[in-house]
């Protein structure tokens, strides 16, 4: 992004909120948003000046608190609805912010629904997940909690994008194909 100054803020706002197709990230437009407002003292009379609501103004900026690595995936597009990013604010947790928006960006739909559906999902503890699990009792489900790196996470996630496959899914094939290799099955 260029130098940041009033000319260049407004003229980012103008062009990529008043057409459909917008051209510039959410967080190059959150922060033509957050240096203006600190310019103008006010979130309205950025609203005022741009044509937009106050609103939509602070919904704009929520972009900047989010975690540094969710703000990566907004700025390469991968996240690139300003109500996806309004939704991963709802979460409490830096974390689960980050695992949410790995997650969304990974997804093969956008449909704010099914973002929701998946971020009321993650709204709840480990331990709360873990005691629906255990209380579950479905017979033939064995499930194994397992902590990856955010490499080792990263790699099995582009190796099942490549393969057009659930990251679960790879890693079933992985312990099947390790287990038939060891004659444990």
């Known amino acids: 992004m260029k130098k940041m100054d009033e000319e260049t803020a407004l003229a980012i706002l103008f062009a990529n909120t008043k057409r459909k197709k917008r051209n510039t990230d959410l967080i190059t437009i959150a922060k033509c948003c957050d240096y203006l407002t600190r310019l103008y003292n006010s979130q309205k009379k950025v609203a005022d000046k741009v044509g937009l609501s ?13 975690p540094e690595e969710v703000q990566k995936l907004i700025s ?15 979460l409490k947790s830096k ?18 629904r099914d973002v929701k559906r998946l971020i009321k999902q993650a709204d709840i503890s480990i331990e ?3 005691k629906k699990v255990k209380d579950s009792k479905l017979k033939g489900l064995h499930i194994f ?6 490499e080792t996470y990263n790699k099995i996630v582009k190796e099942a994008k490549n393969r057009n496959m659930k990251p679960a899914e790879l890693v079933r094939e992985i312990v099947n194909n390790w287990t038939k290799r060891r004659n444990m099955n």
């Open 76 to 90: 390469s597009r991968k996240i690139d609805r300003i109500d996806v990013i309004k939704e991963l604010s709802t």
């Open 128 to 130: 709360e997940s873990k």
């Open 54 to 66: 106050s609103e939509m103004i602070r919904e704009f900026k929520t972009a900047l608190k989010l």
């Open 145 to 150: 909690l397992v902590d990856f790196t955010d």
């Open 95 to 112: 974390n689960r912010q980050i695992a949410m928006a790995r997650n969304i960006a990974n997804m093969n739909t956008k449909d704010i």
